[in-house]
């Protein structure tokens, strides 16, 4: 299946890709007697997306595998990106969790049990979640006739993370990690809000405990750059807040703007301006790409400067969800 590119997309499975973030999260939102059978210690993420082509502009998703009373499970959390709630969610994600079951049985061929499947969706848009979490309720039966067939009908359900009806003072106090707290706060928060700096002032201490995380400077950079691109927050005011947080703060908002502006000039460039505009890109992917990995060789110094702009870009957008330079040069 085709994988998103949108920015919400991007956000959401650098933090919650994550299994430390993932792992925090579902333990906030999963039933607690679900949790106490979990090895969430063990919690792995698994390769590939199984959203419908046609949708993969409003949903994400990431599936991991951990053990449920020792024995191996999935958990398979997807992401609602729309401000309207899918009325089909309950049937879209029965056929996105037999596909999971279908990928299981080639990989695995002549068993006979399925892993348990553990679905959640997450809706992180300002209207609350309106339709239903279960199929039964979308089979187009009166009352008393589901009343005499239910038996024979599929009752799946999954469970429902509704940011909309989580107020921040409750978001403020879930037990997750800063990464995934302030993630879920700038979803619901972030797209077409002016006034985002003033929204920000109070999540500073998150900020800073972003950045003094191993890897924090990658996830500060990818929910700047997600401010950026879907915010409508001054860039002179959103520069301020970031440097009260640390001159460290403020150099990773340098290169994500430096980074972004390479975008946009890229994006509208004229063919004669082609070779200068691929230089800045190529200066910012090397920006990012030595504050997460450090020193580059002089190899791949040579490598992004002499690529295209096509194959600049392409590798610009592996970079924060990377966990080496093979990975994003490949």
Same mark, same amino acid.
């Given at each position: ?6 920015? @919400? ?13 993932? +792992? ?12 106490? =059978? ?101 089979? #187009?039966? #009166? ?117 972004? =502006? +390479? ?17 800045? =890109?190529? #200066? ?17 110094? #040579?490598?992004? @400067? ?25």
């Amino acid at each position: 299946m085709a994988r998103s590119s949108s920015p @919400h997309d991007a956000v959401f499975r650098l933090v919650l890709g994550e299994p430390a973030n993932a +792992a925090s999260q579902l333990r906030a939102v999963l039933p607690a007697g679900l949790v106490d =059978r979990l090895d969430l210690r063990r919690l792995t993420q698994v390769s590939g997306s199984f959203v419908d082509e046609a949708l993969n502009w409003r949903h994400s998703d990431l599936l991991f595998t951990v053990p449920l009373d020792g024995r191996e499970a999935f958990i398979y959390v997807l992401i609602e990106h729309q401000s309207s709630a899918d009325p089909l969610m309950p049937f879209r994600m029965l056929r996105y969790v037999l596909r999971i079951w279908d990928r299981y049985l080639s990989e695995h061929p002549g068993v006979t049990r399925l892993p348990a499947v553990i679905p959640l969706v997450v809706h992180h848009n300002r209207r609350p979640w309106t339709g239903s979490t279960q199929l039964l309720n979308l089979i #187009d039966l #009166d009352v008393p006739a589901v009343d005499a067939v239910q038996e024979y009908l599929p009752r799946f359900r999954f469970i429902l993370d509704d940011l909309a009806r989580l107020d921040e003072q409750a978001l403020r106090a879930r037990p997750v990690t800063p990464p995934v707290r302030l993630t879920l706060f700038l979803l619901t928060n972030a797209p077409g809000n002016p006034d985002l700096v003033q929204l920000l002032l109070p999540w500073l201490p998150d900020l800073r405990a972003i950045l003094d995380q191993p890897g924090g400077v990658t996830q500060f950079v990818a929910l700047l750059s997600y401010i950026q691109t879907v915010g409508e927050t001054p860039p002179d005011e959103l520069r301020k807040l970031v440097a009260v947080v640390g001159p460290d703060a403020e150099e990773a908002y340098v290169t994500t703007a430096e980074m972004l =502006r +390479a975008e946009g000039r890229a994006e509208g460039r004229a063919e004669g301006l082609a070779e200068g505009l691929a230089a800045g =890109r190529a #200066d910012a992917l090397v920006q990012l790409l030595t504050i997460k990995f450090g020193p580059l060789p002089q190899t791949v110094l #040579d490598t992004v @400067h002499a690529a295209s702009t096509d194959q600049l870009q392409t590798w610009t957008a592996r970079v924060l969800s990377a966990t080496t330079l093979d990975e994003v040069l490949s």
